[in-house]
């Protein structure tokens, strides 16, 4: 396979910054696709994204229920095709480029009939059907196929299309007709071309037509998508056409008489090859290929083409042609190119750049004897270059070129008359007129010229209207003083392609006719445009049809399925800018052409149990017709259900029949009727687990005589395709049950689907029971995408504090269906503040980073503090006096004092008595009150049990003390005070009682003297023997007395 400079040029060079630089780039893309008739499953759609660009991977999903489709690409060009069953098929008519986050614009797929064709063709093509073609077709001679505005052709492998007949093949410019390829990943060369053949019967017209990936090599065809052989009177037509991706070439056209005009051909070898053709190539555009337009032979005519990015321009062999007001740029080698004896082209009034290629050659000669005249030349290696010719080179502007014009090994006959300016070296070689180029006199504008009138001067151009002529340019009036080649204006021609009318000549006064004007469809109608006033240099034709033309005299097809009058209009212009017009109502009546009807068909089943539904495809007028089964049944229904009672083999047959004709189809052993089967349900999903939203294909493994499926996917959808493809968004567990039913029974079968969400789901926040709070237990379901491969991936706990997201603490992800961490808290509930907290999982998986929805908790401390021992009571006259042991603790806050009238009165609010951190207390107005109960109090608020004081009696402050003992201190840590007990058995016993720091200094003096028997409380405040507050630390308190000594020890927090 050759393969196109097209690459090398278009994609290497003006792709480059934006498709080059999205290598290896993946994205997303997603739209939805329709379908006309469904009301809610769209599923099934298949939607292929055809790789055009280096970067791009061709690859392809399916829509879901919803119509909606999702996948991930590599960034660049794509051509996108939609394809279902019973539907015509869609497609962009030029590349998408696909980058991030591309949306489609919405597609809605209208139902059509699939018709396959082979074999002969003919009659009427509509855009109701889908045309497959499964072999070589063929319009055989006489007979004709006529192919309406938007219909479809496919070849679905490496097939031709010959003409014998007569093809007409009328799009619109808003609905083309389409011959394209009908592989799933289309590609140049997978079908062969259209074929006319060397035959006087062949004839026909395309008109906004596509034509893609043809030109395989072999066949009639040998490599061109569009190859025209006829030798009838009669010119084929190809006009408003685009012919694209060839696998070899473009248009081929020998020995015949063709118009080829308005159309776009690229990414080919050859755009248009002439061989021994006298044709018109008007106004079409071609780009991204090797050689433009290749004449052999062929005086044909060459005008108002546009021709970019290619190797080779127009080449000409041999060829009397004329080449004019065509527009070249951007070409590698040459722009234009005249070789052979025999070849006298007339090369005028041409625009030749190369803005890109500075070794590129605007026109060429070699043993040739052109006319180059009025021609634009410009920024080329080489302006004209002359090789063994004879050529005319006048009125031409060659500037800004490396060298203007070369010759060589010859002796041209003149070159004269231009402007040569601005080149690098304006004259070369050893085949110019002597003394060329040397200023020695004036031209009749009095400018300074060569002996052959060449000036070298700045042309002048107008900036606002490129190429033109500004008022005084030296090349007003300095051509070819000749009056056969004057302006429009009269006066002497200028150099250049664009003339400087110095006055306006007359507008032009039109009329116009049509032949025929009445008659059936199609109708090929030739019209001819009269003028009796000024020159023309434009016509634009409208033919009421949606179609249009730039022709002088047009022919068109007009192609109708009822009767319908056209008006057409002419608007033409003159060189001046002045414009007439000619409107004719209702000018051309087209009645439905009387061609005969062709019977075709299918139906559905062709293996069954008896129901068959057979379709009616058949094409053109159908007044009549007959359907016979084979069992001696027979019917006029369009489109019948019929029932076969036998097991057996059955041809069927379909006349049509119409104003035209009859036809008739029978197909062979066409039904086969067999007993049913039973029916196995089955099926396998693509994936029993996703993460939403997750596309689930279905395959279907039912086995046995199956009319009907129904399928349940368990979130309120279903559907009855075979094979359906269904998008989960909710979260859950679903059962999918599919129910296949036949003849002979139904039987279901079911598979469990399992969605989850990407982030991770907090189902609580609980306090932990039985603790001192400080923490919460937080569960939580895994995110979908934690799964048990080893992958690196964790959750992190969070919590909202001061405003902010504050982590906690994380652990590893490890494919469990859920987890609890042990979370630390800010604070604890209580009554009188409930420390709310927000708490969050943060799922960092390979997929991505997904947080979940936060939830709120606490933390509780619901450990109540010991029940305080050693509660006794001394009675005295005017007090009773409490004392108990201290609170064992850590979070003991203080004691609570209730008193009542019996021992079992019950501790509340109303009764309590007194409230305090100290180890005793006086009740110096107990009344009557015999009994006290004592309760401990903590931070959370926790109170314990209540202690009941044993009875006791005597003096004041004889406590039953029998020894030394030194009680840990209330509060420690301190922060500016705490109370510390002690114990002393013996009245009048020195009892010291000191303050030490971490180095055994003593820091303040509590006790030091005799005391009285009994508990004691002492205070320090923090501060030493000089009153000074002491930094925080470590320190300790020591009691000592009579052999006694013990120490505790406390810290100090400020």
């Not at 080919?268 to 555009?285: D, K």
């Not at 040397?438 to 900036?463: A, K």
């Not at 199609?522 to 240099?537: W, Y």
Request: with cysteine; net charge negative; glycine share 10%.
């Amino acid at each position: 396979m050759r393969r196109i400079i097209l690459f090398a040029i278009t994609l290497s060079c003006i792709l480059s910054a934006s498709i080059c630089l999205a290598e290896d780039r993946m994205v997303t893309v997603d739209g939805y696709c329709f379908l006309e008739d469904e009301a809610s499953d769209h599923s099934g759609t298949r939607v292929l994204f055809e790789a055009v660009s280096p970067s791009a991977v061709t690859d392809s999903a399916f829509t879901a229920d919803t119509g909606y489709i999702s996948l991930g690409l590599s960034e660049g060009l794509y051509v996108i095709h939609y394809t279902h069953d019973g539907y015509l098929p869609h497609d962009t008519s030029e590349p998408v480029y696909i980058a991030a986050n591309t949306t489609l614009a919405d597609v809605t797929l209208q139902p059509g009939t699939i018709i396959e064709v082979s074999g002969d063709v003919f009659g009427e093509w509509t855009p109701d059907h889908w045309f497959k073609v499964i072999g070589d077709i063929r319009v055989p001679p006489d007979s004709s196929l006529v192919i309406h505005p938007g219909t479809l052709i496919s070849f679905m492998d490496n097939y031709q299309m010959t003409v014998n007949g007569a093809l007409i093949a009328a799009g619109t410019e808003t609905d083309s007709i389409r011959f394209v390829s009908g592989q799933l990943g289309p590609a140049p060369g997978d079908w062969k071309g259209i074929v006319f053949t060397d035959s006087t019967t062949c004839s026909g017209s395309l008109e906004y037509c596509v034509i893609e990936n043809a030109g395989s090599g072999g066949g009639a065809g040998d490599g061109w998508a569009l190859k025209l052989e006829s030798t009838g009177s009669t010119p084929i037509l190809i006009e408003n056409c685009t012919i694209r991706y060839s696998e070899n070439n473009g248009i081929f056209c020998g020995r015949a008489t063709a118009q080829i005009i308005g159309n776009h051909i690229y990414e080919c070898e050859v755009g248009i090859y002439c061989f021994y053709s006298s044709s018109v190539i008007s106004n079409n555009t071609l780009g991204r290929v090797h050689t433009a337009i290749e004449l052999s032979d062929s005086p044909s005519l060459i005008t108002g083409n546009t021709i970019e990015n290619v190797v080779y321009g127009i080449s000409c062999h041999g060829s009397s042609a004329v080449i004019t007001g065509n527009y070249i740029g951007s070409f590698i080698q040459m722009g234009i190119y005249c070789t052979g004896a025999l070849s006298a082209p007339l090369i005028m009034n041409n625009i030749i750049e190369s803005l890109m290629y500075s070794s590129a050659t605007g026109i060429i000669c070699s043993a040739s004897s052109p006319r180059i005249v009025g021609n634009i030349v410009r920024s080329n290696s080489t302006g004209i270059l002359i090789e063994s010719a004879t050529p005319l080179i006048a009125d031409n502007v060659i500037s800004e070129n490396n060298h203007g014009i070369n010759a060589y090994s010859c002796s041209p006959d003149s070159i004269m008359y231009n402007n040569v300016w601005n080149n690098g070296t304006n004259y070369t070689g050893d085949g110019l007129p002597s003394n060329i180029g040397d200023i020695c006199c004036t031209n009749y504008n009095n400018d300074p010229c060569d002996t052959y009138y060449n000036i070298s001067m700045d042309p002048l151009f107008d900036p606002e209207n490129e190429y033109h002529l500004l008022e005084g340019s030296p090349c007003i009036d300095a051509g070819l003083p000749d009056p056969a080649t004057y302006d429009a204006d009269g006066t002497i021609a200028d150099i250049g392609a664009f003339p400087f009318l110095q006055s306006n000549p007359d507008p032009p006064v039109i009329d116009f006719t049509g032949d025929p004007t009445t008659g059936a469809s199609p109708l090929a109608v030739a019209f001819t445009t009269s003028n009796t006033g000024g020159p023309i240099i434009s016509w634009l034709w409208d033919f009421g049809d949606g179609t249009s033309s730039s022709r002088a005299n047009p022919a068109h097809n007009y192609i109708v399925t009822e009767p319908t009058q056209f008006t057409v209009s002419l608007l033409v212009m003159g060189p001046g800018g002045g414009t007439d017009s000619a409107v004719k109502i209702d000018y051309i009546a087209v009645l439905p052409g009387n061609a005969p009807p062709v019977a075709h068909f299918n139906a559905d089943p062709l293996i069954g149990h008896g129901d068959v539904q057979f379709n009616n495809q058949s094409l053109g007028a159908i007044s009549t017709l007959l359907w016979t089964f084979g069992d001696e049944e027979s019917s006029d229904e369009w489109s019948p259900l019929h029932h076969y009672a036998m097991p057996d083999t059955y041809t069927v047959c379909l006349e049509v029949g119409g104003a035209g004709g009859t036809d008739e189809e029978c197909k062979i052993d066409y039904i086969i009727i067999v007993d049913p089967e039973t029916v196995v349900a089955g099926f396998t999903p693509s994936d029993t687990f996703g993460v939403v939203p997750a596309p689930i294909a279905f395959t279907n493994t039912s086995s046995g005589t199956i009319d009907t499926y129904h399928w349940d996917f368990g979130d309120g959808d279903s559907s009855s395709v075979a094979n359906p493809v269904h998008t989960y968004t909710a979260v859950g567990d679903f059962t999918v049950t599919l129910i296949a039913a036949g003849p002979a029974n139904s039987d279901t079968a079911s598979v469990g689907i399992r969605m989850l969400p990407a982030e991770a789901i907090i189902t609580a926040v609980d306090d932990v029971p039985d603790d001192q709070g400080g923490q919460v237990l937080v569960s939580f379901n895994r995110s979908g995408h934690d799964t048990n491969s080893p992958r690196s991936e964790i959750y992190a706990v969070e919590a909202f504090y001061n405003s902010q997201w504050v982590t906690l603490l994380s652990g590893g992800a490890y494919g469990q269906e859920g987890y609890i961490y042990l979370v630390p808290t800010f604070c604890d509930s209580t009554a009188a503040d409930p420390c709310l907290t927000q708490f969050r999982v943060i799922a960092h998986m390979d997929e991505g980073i997904f947080i979940s929805d936060p939830m709120t908790g606490y933390s509780v401390d619901n450990i109540a503090p010991s029940v305080p021992e050693g509660f006794q009571i001394t009675f005295s006259p005017g007090a009773s006096i409490l004392s108990w042991n201290p609170c064992p603790d850590d979070d003991f806050q203080y004691f609570n004092i209730y008193r009542g009238p019996d021992a079992d009165f019950e501790p509340s609010p109303e009764n309590l008595a007194h409230q305090t951190i100290a180890t005793h207390w006086a009740d110096e107005s107990p009344g009557h009150t015999l009994f006290y109960k004592l309760t401990a109090v903590d931070n959370a608020g926790n109170e314990s049990g209540p202690a009941l004081a044993s009875d006791a009696s005597g003096a004041a402050g004889e406590l039953s003390i029998n020894r030394f003992a030194l009680h840990p201190c209330r509060p420690n840590p301190l922060n500016s005070r705490t109370m510390i007990i002690y114990d002393v058995p013996r009245s009048n016993i020195v009892v010291t009682l000191r303050i030490y720091d971490e180095q055994g200094r003593i820091v303040r003096h509590l006790v030091d003297g005799p005391i009285a028997a009994g508990r004691h409380t002492v205070i320090w405040d923090g501060r030493d023997n000089q009153n000074r507050k002491v930094a925080s630390g470590i320190y300790f308190y020591k009691l000592e007395s009579d052999g006694f000594s013990q120490a505790r020890k406390l810290s100090l927090l400020r």
